[in-house]
């Protein structure tokens, strides 16, 4: 008798490594076990696009340990100067904000777009003006890819059309789907050919020095994401269109087309140009500003 109270506290610590091994092998089931689409009858694909998953950590101890990386070039004794911008009286503040925002709130995400030519130094313009965006340590961490080649466009447009296809129909899932048809949007995307310019927007998720040395950028991707706000409204000023696409799953296809570093990630793509004389866009409204604003 003795000797089986001994031997008690042995038994149950078998018999608790051998249920808790039982119930991590169940829960590593039930995460490779895959998901079906009830609106296609297909297995879900696996949402496999890095390219536009959040990297802004500051740093990592991975970089840390990496002798591949470097410290800012020297700028410890970077001059500072004086800065003295116009001030407006309170009127004219009041004046030209009332008419900036009644220029913004003419913005719409304009998907048929007219072929005909804009001048090159427009968009060179508006795209100088997206670099004055602020950035994460002054990085500058974007790249502005401008194609005008009609070629190099529908190529573009085949790599994003299949794609999307397989977006809208096995990645997206039902609830996307269904919030996107009162839009009447899909993975044809005509415009990719039509419109005069693309621009894609690249985040440089790291800087390479002349040295090879890779330097840290910092909040890289909401530098780059402020950056195409500025973007937006530069072309919004000299009366372009374009609307703001996400292209999904298409970053490494068209960083190898267009013939980009390993260290630049597509974040958006925007086709630039005229409406097209029959363009539509959706009856939307917008928020009232008690509905996006707080004052405390």
Same mark, same amino acid.
């Given at each position: ?25 169940s829960q590593k089931k039930d995460k490779t @076990? ?13 949402? #496999? ?11 990592? @101890? ?5 002798n591949d990386w470097t410290e800012s070039e020297n700028e410890d004794n970077l001059t ?41 130094? #427009? ?57 996107? @048809? ?58 372009? #269109? ?22 630049? @990630? ?5 086709? #630039? ?24």
């Amino acid at each position: 008798m003795s000797l089986f109270s001994s031997l008690t506290p042995v038994f149950v610590a078998v018999l608790c490594v051998i249920i808790g091994f039982i119930f991590k092998n169940s829960q590593k089931k039930d995460k490779t @076990k895959p998901k079906e689409n009830s609106s296609y009858g297909a297995k879900v694909r696996p949402w #496999v696009d890095e390219d536009l998953q959040d990297d802004t950590e500051i740093n990592s @101890k991975e970089n840390e340990d990496d002798n591949d990386w470097t410290e800012s070039e020297n700028e410890d004794n970077l001059t500072h100067i004086p800065y003295t911008p116009p001030r407006y009286a309170a009127a004219e503040m009041l004046e030209r904000s009332e008419k900036f925002y009644s220029l913004m709130n003419l913005r719409r995400s304009v998907r048929f777009i007219s072929p005909e030519p804009v001048p090159r130094e #427009v968009i060179n313009n508006v795209i100088r003006a997206a670099g004055t965006a602020p950035s994460g340590a002054h990085t500058e961490p974007w790249t502005f890819v401008v194609v005008s080649d009609a070629d190099v466009k529908h190529k573009i447009r085949e790599i994003v059309e299949e794609e999307e296809e397989i977006n809208y129909k096995q990645r997206m899932g039902d609830n996307w789907v269904h919030d996107l @048809k009162r839009l009447r949007t899909n993975w044809v995307k005509e415009y990719l050919d039509i419109a005069p310019y693309l621009i894609l927007i690249f985040k440089q998720t790291y800087g390479v020095l002349p040295n090879g040395k890779k330097k840290t950028h910092y909040y890289n991707e909401i530098s780059v994401s402020i950056s195409c706000g500025i973007l937006l409204a530069a072309l919004q000023h000299v009366e372009l #269109v374009t609307v703001t696409t996400t292209p999904l799953n298409c970053g490494p296809q068209l960083r190898s087309l267009l013939q980009r570093p390993a260290n630049e @990630k597509l974040l958006m793509l925007l086709p #630039v140009g005229y409406p097209a004389s029959d363009a539509t866009v959706p009856d939307l409204k917008r928020k009232d500003l008690n509905d996006i604003m707080v004052s405390v």
